[in-house]
């Protein structure tokens, strides 16, 4: 089987002007580590991948009310990060926001990126960092089933490719 660079991925299906946003879109590829999503190219792909899922359903309660196509990644980080570190392993950290939760984002090896940080009209700074925990996050049973969710979707998607 021939497997298509991020580049070729992102000529081929949407053009040779494909513009990422996300904070760390320019790092170095990652290869996933779990061979069940071996089609997944790179970190690149999976977002394209996850930009057709996020909706108003994925997104955190507290914030569905704001949730729209243009904002798609808003409430998406911790159920997306953990989904992350399944596919490319790695840790998932946590900036402490003004209102008490934290943005969740994934650091693996030494490359640090956020799928979601377009959610944001200002920059982030990655340099504190609060080790997040699965248990504690899936403590609450809705997260965990927009996790479980978000999660299926991807998979469906997978089996099309």
């Known amino acids: ?3 298509l660079s991020s580049i070729e991925y992102a000529i081929i299906f949407f053009g040779d002007n494909m513009e990422y946003k996300f904070y760390g879109f320019n790092t170095k590829a990652i290869k996933p580590i779990n061979k069940e999503y071996e089609k997944i190219i790179d970190q690149r792909h999976l977002y394209d991948i996850l930009k057709t899922i996020w909706s108003k ?3 955190a ?3 569905q009310d704001r949730w729209s196509k ?3 990644t808003l409430g998406q980080c911790s159920i997306t990060s953990f989904l992350v570190q399944d596919i490319f392993g790695g840790y998932v950290y946590g900036i402490l926001l003004d209102d008490g939760n934290y943005h969740c984002y ?3 090896r030494d490359i640090i990126f956020d799928l979601t ?3 944001f009209d200002h920059e982030l700074i990655y340099d504190k960092k609060y080790l997040q925990s699965r248990c504690n996050h ?3 049973e809705e997260k965990y089933n927009r996790y479980l969710y978000l999660k299926n979707e991807l998979n469906k998607k997978l ?3």
């Open 57 to 59: 359903e994925t997104c």
């Open 61 to 63: 309660p507290r914030m």
């Open 159 to 161: 089996k099309l490719l």
């Open 1 to 3: 089987m021939c497997l």
């Open 106 to 108: 994934n650091v693996i």
């Open 138 to 140: 899936f403590k609450k």
């Open 117 to 119: 940080s377009e959610q």
């Open 70 to 72: 243009d904002n798609y």
